[in-house]
């Protein structure tokens, strides 16, 4: 394996994201012909507007949710990231289960992965056999040799289209200023 795909060290990780991803139902499309919202941390894409930046060489763990939404749970979420690969080290999925499943390392790579949907977990304890809970995916990402602007979106292209998009940009961690 070349070194850019070695396995990520969490001892590494400097900075940790939360992306919390939604879908909004619209007020009935065949009646007031409105479409769901699909954002992002709360917002829709704006072109030039950079959402997430990270330094050139840094590690980051990012935890991508999909949340509840009018007390509903919402479609998988494809995420996708352009240029930089992620390693998952952690999934819930609360339709099968209320605890996350930590993945054994060696990780995998993944450049594409669905966030599942908020679900009332079949174990939930009694008390909250009634209480939706978000799923999340946990990821560890370096940002090795790439620096400029790029996406990271939902990969149905009807959220993308209407909102569920970010600007990113990888920012070098040196500078070419020089002293004088």
């Known amino acids: ?33 409105v479409a769901p919202a699909h954002t992002i941390n709360g917002k829709k894409f ?22 509840i ?4 749970g919402g479609p998988a979420h494809p995420f996708h990231i352009h240029i930089n690969p992620f390693q998952v080290t952690e ?6 289960s209320k605890d996350p499943f930590t993945l054994p ?12 949907p ?13 209480k939706l809970v978000s799923g999340y995916i946990k990821f560890l ?15 149905i292209l009807g959220h993308e289209d209407r909102g569920m998009m970010q600007l990113v940009q990888v920012i070098s961690n040196t500078t070419t200023v020089g002293h004088h």
């Open 1 to 33: 394996m070349p070194d850019f795909l070695a396995d990520i060290d969490r001892k590494k990780v400097v900075v940790r994201r939360d992306l919390h991803f939604a879908t909004t139902p619209g007020a009935g499309r065949a009646a007031t012909n």
């Open 105 to 116: 390392d060696p990780w995998v790579w993944w450049d594409n992965i669905a966030i599942p």
């Open 118 to 130: 908020a679900a009332i977990p079949p174990d939930a304890a009694k008390e909250d056999k009634d």
């Open 91 to 96: 999934i819930l999925n609360p339709a099968v």
């Open 69 to 72: 939404v009018n007390n509903g």
């Open 46 to 67: 704006e072109d030039h507007i950079i959402d997430q930046a990270m330094l050139l060489g840094a590690t980051e763990e990012w935890t991508l949710y999909n949340d």
């Open 141 to 155: 990402s370096r940002f090795v040799d790439y620096t400029g602007a790029y996406v990271l979106h939902c990969h």
